[in-house]
């Protein structure tokens, strides 16, 4: 009988010897949670497409927070949600708005978090694109002064990191000069430098109240069938000043997460979006998969594929079982 030169199996035989040759780890701190953070007081709403998830206003808050710290979560990104919206998403400016106040909420009440934020006008304007428009065009270059604007808005309130995710072309610059010009030289951006114009986002928008009345994303996202665009758009954020560069979405992404970190020396995040995080609530639900497995297995992947972060909506939830 002849026998295999070659056995990987005998590395696989008992839990000690896999776990010491594993390559990868997921661990809480390398996790982000998303909180989508709204006008008004006393408000905690549920998010029909995204069980489990909330919009909070500032004064409901805390709980979440005490359980992110709790679970050993320690970043967090903070969208708005605003009372008024128009064409200009002026309200984005407001420094009496919801992610303003939920900086200030955060760092006085939980000093250690990482406090993040989006940056981006689509929540806050009426026709729930990213850029401003004239006709049926998204304007790039205007744009450019109120994506700094309302960056400059969030660092002075004290966010750690800004995280545009409009897509105009140049904002990491307009973004990174309006911050040094401020004396904001330590803020931090986490540019989303290669953002795909998904359908994965659909229970965002329905989160965010946030869809376009018009038209598409189309001009200003990535087409998805584009693989070397994600390094131009990559080594475009990193020459205008990013910090951190996102892959978004992440589980249907994993060749572009895994060349952008192969090409850039800079720390890579990826975005497990709201229909990605949907998509394995629901088969959870049904009891088709098992959700907590698929939860650990496709963050684990997005780690080996090269993200050292992760925004996912299931941070809290995988932070506990990983410390269990
Ligand atoms: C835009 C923005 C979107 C998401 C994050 N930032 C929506 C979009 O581009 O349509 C999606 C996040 C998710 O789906 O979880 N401000």
Same mark, same amino acid.
């Given at each position: 009988m002849s026998h295999p030169v070659e056995r990987p199996r005998r590395l696989r035989n008992s839990p000690a010897l896999r776990n010491l040759v594993r390559e990868v780890d997921l661990h809480p701190d390398n996790l982000i949670l998303p909180l989508f953070v709204t006008w008004g007081r006393d408000r905690k709403e549920p998010i029909a497409s995204m069980p489990g998830v909330f919009r909070h206003s500032v004064d409901r808050l805390p709980d979440i927070l005490s359980e992110s710290w709790e679970a050993g979560i320690r970043s967090l990104l903070l969208f708005g949600i605003p009372e008024r919206k128009d064409d200009n998403g002026?309200?984005?400016?407001?420094?009496? *708005? /919801?992610v303003p106040q939920a900086i200030g909420a955060i760092r006085e009440r939980f000093p250690g978090f990482v406090i993040m934020t989006d940056v981006c006008i689509d929540e806050y304007t009426t026709h729930g694109h990213c850029g401003l428009v004239s006709g049926d065009r998204i304007e790039n270059d205007p744009t450019l002064d109120i994506l700094a604007g309302m960056a400059l808005l969030h660092a002075q309130a004290g966010a750690h990191v800004v995280a545009p995710s409009?897509?105009?072309?140049g904002r990491v610059g307009a973004i990174r000069r309006r911050l040094d010009e401020n004396a904001l030289t330590d803020t931090l951006i986490l540019s989303y430098a290669v953002k795909y114009a998904s359908a994965l986002y659909g229970p965002f928008r329905d989160a965010?109240?946030? *869809? /376009?009345?018009?038209?598409?994303r189309c001009s200003y996202q990535m087409d998805?069938?584009?693989?070397?665009e994600a390094l131009r758009e990559a080594r475009l954020d990193m020459e205008e000043g990013a910090d951190m560069l996102m892959v978004k979405p992440a589980i249907a992404y994993l060749d572009i997460i895994s060349q952008v970190s192969e090409i850039s020396d800079l720390p890579v995040a990826a975005y497990q979006v709201s229909g990605e995080y949907s998509m394995i609530m629901a088969a959870g639900a049904n009891g088709w998969i098992d959700t907590d497995r698929v939860m650990i297995e496709t963050l684990t992947a997005i780690r080996r594929a090269g993200a050292q972060m992760i925004l996912t909506y299931f941070a809290i939830r995988a932070a506990r079982l990983l410390r269990s």
């Amino acid at each position: 009988m002849s026998h295999p030169v070659e056995r990987p199996r005998r590395l696989r035989n008992s839990p000690a010897l896999r776990n010491l040759v594993r390559e990868v780890d997921l661990h809480p701190d390398n996790l982000i949670l998303p909180l989508f953070v709204t006008w008004g007081r006393d408000r905690k709403e549920p998010i029909a497409s995204m069980p489990g998830v909330f919009r909070h206003s500032v004064d409901r808050l805390p709980d979440i927070l005490s359980e992110s710290w709790e679970a050993g979560i320690r970043s967090l990104l903070l969208f708005g949600i605003p009372e008024r919206k128009d064409d200009n998403g002026s309200e984005a400016l407001n420094p009496d *708005g /919801p992610v303003p106040q939920a900086i200030g909420a955060i760092r006085e009440r939980f000093p250690g978090f990482v406090i993040m934020t989006d940056v981006c006008i689509d929540e806050y304007t009426t026709h729930g694109h990213c850029g401003l428009v004239s006709g049926d065009r998204i304007e790039n270059d205007p744009t450019l002064d109120i994506l700094a604007g309302m960056a400059l808005l969030h660092a002075q309130a004290g966010a750690h990191v800004v995280a545009p995710s409009d897509m105009m072309d140049g904002r990491v610059g307009a973004i990174r000069r309006r911050l040094d010009e401020n004396a904001l030289t330590d803020t931090l951006i986490l540019s989303y430098a290669v953002k795909y114009a998904s359908a994965l986002y659909g229970p965002f928008r329905d989160a965010m109240m946030s *869809g /376009p009345q018009f038209g598409d994303r189309c001009s200003y996202q990535m087409d998805f069938r584009g693989r070397r665009e994600a390094l131009r758009e990559a080594r475009l954020d990193m020459e205008e000043g990013a910090d951190m560069l996102m892959v978004k979405p992440a589980i249907a992404y994993l060749d572009i997460i895994s060349q952008v970190s192969e090409i850039s020396d800079l720390p890579v995040a990826a975005y497990q979006v709201s229909g990605e995080y949907s998509m394995i609530m629901a088969a959870g639900a049904n009891g088709w998969i098992d959700t907590d497995r698929v939860m650990i297995e496709t963050l684990t992947a997005i780690r080996r594929a090269g993200a050292q972060m992760i925004l996912t909506y299931f941070a809290i939830r995988a932070a506990r079982l990983l410390r269990s």
